[in-house]
């Protein structure tokens, strides 16, 4: 869907960043699309494993795997002005998002894609045996064990970024980064 999306704007498919990326496969799947890729995240445990995994872009260049903050990602070397798709899978409800999107007008083209997604709750597919029961048991889990202890960001989570501040949202604002653009996909 990213990818449809992307093309179907515009995008190009020169450079794509990845952060909070963690070691999940968002950044290699997309990747194959991609002349150059970046992914990074704050954690050295995370891109150490990244690393160990490895993956490729389009034009055979190794993913490069970096060791930062989402907040801080336009001083890396080679990314400023120039990517095409920016993309951070299940990560974004840790972000400060008024530090983060000065990044990204920093980092991403005019005409490219922020694409930020999450997943709401504990889910069981309804093929599973029991699906209802164990459903139920997860909705259990969440709402009565877990949600004393709920952080800011997994309450962003839970509610699939509906209450994400947005670029028009917080105290800073691109040209290209316009509300009338901006397309919500479930």
């Not at 990560?91 to 400060?96: C, D, E, R, V």
């Amino acid at each position: 869907m990213i990818i449809y999306h992307h093309n179907k704007t515009g995008g190009r498919f020169d450079s794509l960043l990845d952060v909070g990326r963690g070691h999940e496969n968002a950044t290699r799947d997309l990747a194959r699309s991609f002349d150059t890729v970046v992914g990074v995240d704050p954690s050295p445990k995370m891109i150490s494993t990244a690393r160990e995994l490895g993956g490729k872009a389009s034009s055979r260049k190794p993913i490069r795997f970096v060791v930062d903050v989402a907040e801080n990602y336009s001083s890396i070397e080679g990314v400023k002005w120039s990517e095409d798709l920016l993309i951070s899978a299940v990560a974004a409800h840790w972000f400060s998002m008024s530090d983060f999107w000065p990044e990204a007008a920093k980092t991403v083209r005019p005409g490219g894609t922020v694409a930020l997604w999450t997943c709401a709750s504990l889910y069981c597919h309804p093929s599973a045996p029991n699906a209802t029961s164990v459903q139920n048991a997860l909705y259990r889990l969440e709402r009565d064990i877990l949600k004393p202890f709920e952080l800011p960001g997994n309450k962003l989570s839970a509610v699939l970024y509906d209450d994400l501040p947005l670029p028009w949202l917080v105290p800073f604002r691109a040209r290209w980064f316009r509300e009338s653009d901006f397309v919500r996909l479930e």
